[in-house]
């Protein structure tokens, strides 16, 4: 079972910046696409962000040009630029695999939380 460890939130004003990180305990991480995924209070799991193996990225829409998804393979680490924050990011931030816009893997980390003050 892979498991996965988040880091990286924290208690921001509107406007300021983050860099989230997620570390993942397996070999063959480069062979996996990856995601970045929040849970709002009262709301679903949303993916917000995609990393393919080569590199490629998608975001939903209303995190594009705001977020930018990087990953390092030699440090089975998967990254979350996020900058010019907004309150309704706030959110617990989670990753995973990604299979078709869908979670890879059984288990899911801890998570970080991410709060955006107004």
């Known amino acids: 079972q892979v498991q996965v460890v988040e880091s990286g939130g924290g208690l921001v004003q509107a406007g300021g910046s983050l860099r989230l990180s997620c570390v993942a305990s397996?070999?063959?991480?480069?062979?996996?696409?990856m995601g970045w995924y929040r849970q709002a209070p009262g709301k679903q799991r949303e993916l917000v962000a995609v990393?393919?193996?080569?590199?490629?990225?998608s975001y939903v829409d209303s995190v594009k040009g705001r977020f930018t998804i990087s990953r390092d393979n030699a440090k089975n680490t998967v990254y979350l630029q996020m900058n010019d924050l907004k309150p309704e990011d706030t959110a617990v931030y989670y990753c995973?695999?990604?299979?078709?816009?869908?979670?890879?893997?059984?288990?899911w980390g801890q998570g970080t939380q991410v709060t955006v003050s107004s």
């Open positions: 397996t070999s063959i991480f480069s062979i996996y696409a």
């Open positions: 990393i393919s193996r080569g590199g490629s990225t």
């Open positions: 995973n695999a990604d299979t078709s816009g869908r979670p890879a893997w059984a288990n």
